[in-house]
């Protein structure tokens, strides 16, 4: 199973640190990701990170805002988001694959069950 909190209502410019706590699973075998699903759009690819943290990915809109994280001994994984924008108000889910690639490509195997990130203009 997977958990995600962290998120609230923030302005535009705060910051905020998402956590999704796994269990379940051998945590450190897993590549994570964070996806995102705005009102009325399709869930999209945020940011991924390899088992052994060696690789990460991130989304072209999140570039350089956005630092994914994880702690094997505490399973779990992070996304330190920073200068948020109202474009990235959305529900934030984290997933898990033991493939990076398919995690990538959002076709992993588990999700968690969202947490809703809402940044005020």
């Known amino acids: 199973q997977l958990q995600a909190s962290g998120g609230g209502l923030v302005q535009a410019g705060d910051s905020l640190r998402l956590s999704c706590a796994a269990s379940?699973?051998?945590?450190?075998?897993?590549?994570m990701g964070w996806f995102r699903q705005a009102p009325g759009k399709e869930r999209e690819f945020v940011s991924a990170?390899?088992?052994?943290?060696?690789?990460?990915s991130y989304a072209d809109s999140v570039k350089g805002r956005f630092t994914i994280s994880r702690d094997n001994a505490k399973n779990t994984v992070y996304l330190q988001m920073n200068s948020l924008k109202p474009d990235d108000t959305a529900v934030y889910y984290c997933?898990?694959?033991?493939?990076?690639?398919?995690?990538?490509?959002?076709?992993?195997?588990?999700w968690g069950q969202g947490t809703l990130v809402t940044v005020s203009s």
């Open positions: 997933a898990a694959d033991i493939s990076y690639q398919r995690v990538l490509g959002g076709k992993n195997k588990h």
């Open positions: 379940g699973l051998i945590f450190s075998t897993y590549a």
């Open positions: 990170i390899n088992w052994s943290t060696a690789r990460t």
